[in-house]
């Protein structure tokens, strides 16, 4: 009776543990985003990441006061990405665009990617976790 309540006890535990990593890792968009707080933000591509649970691009730009900042743009899977069109190379350091999206509610410089548009006015998908939630 003890391996067995030991045993338990372990298996509990590793899924605690991964329940909790899975929550973490991955987000309704209004728990951390703001729909009333729509952006727009020009300037360069600093950097992409190919990450679950979701890709980011990082945007060099100019705040209101003219200091040089970096946006933390959220976007979908880069697997549902690549569905869409994407390629690794689809953005690349130095590229100009323009993204449309939504502030963080307690990030700065985070926002989630609604739209990105290439230098000549191209749009990119994005599949913005916006889509799955319903409005506030």
């Known amino acids: 009776m003890q391996h067995t309540n030991g045993f338990s006890r372990s298996v509990f535990a590793m899924l605690l543990l991964g329940s909790s990593v899975t929550a973490s890792a991955h987000h309704a ?42 946006w933390n743009f959220e976007m979908g899977t880069p697997n549902i990405l690549m569905r869409n069109g994407w390629r690794r190379d689809s953005l690349k350091p130095g590229d100009k665009v323009r993204v449309t ?36």
């Not at 728990?31 to 979701?54: C, L, M, Y």
């Not at 509610?105 to 989630?112: E, K, M, Q, T, Y």
């Not at 609604?114 to 191209?122: K, R």
């Open 29 to 70: 968009f209004s728990a951390e985003f703001d729909r009333k707080q729509p952006i727009e933000i020009s300037g360069s591509i600093a950097r992409v990441e190919w990450t679950n649970p979701h890709a980011r691009i990082y945007v060099d730009a100019t705040n209101e006061k003219g200091e040089a900042v970096t």
């Open 101 to 136: 999206g939504w502030r963080a509610r307690n990030a700065p410089l985070v926002g989630n990617a609604g739209e990105v548009f290439q230098q000549d006015g191209t749009p990119l998908f994005t599949d913005s976790s916006v889509r799955n939630t319903p409005d506030e």
